[in-house]
């Protein structure tokens, strides 16, 4: 993950992707599933908080473990 102070608040779907190490298709793949981190919507695009995705991540880790 990037140094957090240097992400922004809201990412568009790429950005987000970039900032948890996966993929932008994974991301629309578990969005539609309805298992991928919350989102909004601004226009027509996805934008995820920083601090979901950051949550998101770490229960996906407590499970694995």
Same mark, same amino acid.
């Given at each position: 993950? =990037?140094?957090?102070?240097?992400?922004? =608040?809201?990412?568009?779907? *790429? *950005?987000?992707?970039? !900032?948890?190490?996966?993929?932008?298709?994974?991301?629309?793949?578990?969005?539609?599933?309805?298992?991928?981190?919350? !989102?909004?919507?601004?226009?027509?695009?996805?934008?995820?908080?920083?601090?979901?995705?950051?949550?998101?991540? *770490?229960?996906?880790? =407590?499970?694995?473990?």
């Amino acid at each position: 993950m =990037e140094a957090i102070s240097t992400v922004p =608040e809201y990412l568009r779907r *790429a *950005a987000a992707a970039r !900032f948890i190490s996966m993929s932008p298709a994974y991301l629309r793949k578990v969005a539609k599933l309805g298992q991928g981190p919350p !989102f909004s919507k601004l226009g027509k695009s996805p934008v995820y908080r920083r601090s979901d995705l950051i949550d998101w991540v *770490a229960a996906r880790i =407590e499970k694995a473990q």
